[in-house]
Nanobody
């Protein structure tokens, strides 16, 4: 059974940092891409970042460029989303998802985690 489990969310003040983790089970990150998505209250889910099976990375919204960084530890079969200089508008539920090989739009991912809440508030 293929699963991904997120952790690392929480309540932080603006300007602070969080690191989210996505632990993969039942498959290898050497074969799968991991995407990070987020959904703010009342808004549609949006893609945040992705790392492909060969380690190529993509950041989607301009708003996270230079602040968020995706990475992975192949030995731990875990992907990470380092989020720095957090803003109020980064608040939402963050999900990781997996699909074979390369990054794609959200509908192409077939394994999703339960999500982890990130709240940025002063």
């Amino acid at each position: 059974q293929l699963t991904v489990v997120e952790s690392g969310g929480g309540l932080v003040q603006p300007g602070k940092s969080l690191r989210l983790s996505c632990v993969a089970s039942g498959f290898s990150l050497d074969d799968y891409a991991i995407g990070w998505f987020r959904q703010a209250p009342g808004k549609e889910r949006e893609a945040v970042s992705c790392i492909s099976y060969i380690g190529m990375t993509v950041n989607y919204p301009d708003s996270v460029m230079g602040r968020f960084r995706i990475s992975r530890d192949r030995g731990k079969n875990t992907a990470y989303l380092q989020m720095n200089s957090l803003r109020l508008e980064d608040t939402g539920v963050y999900y990781c998802a997996a699909r074979r090989s390369i990054c794609s739009e959200s509908g192409a991912y077939d394994t999703w985690g339960q999500g982890t809440q990130v709240t940025v508030s002063s």
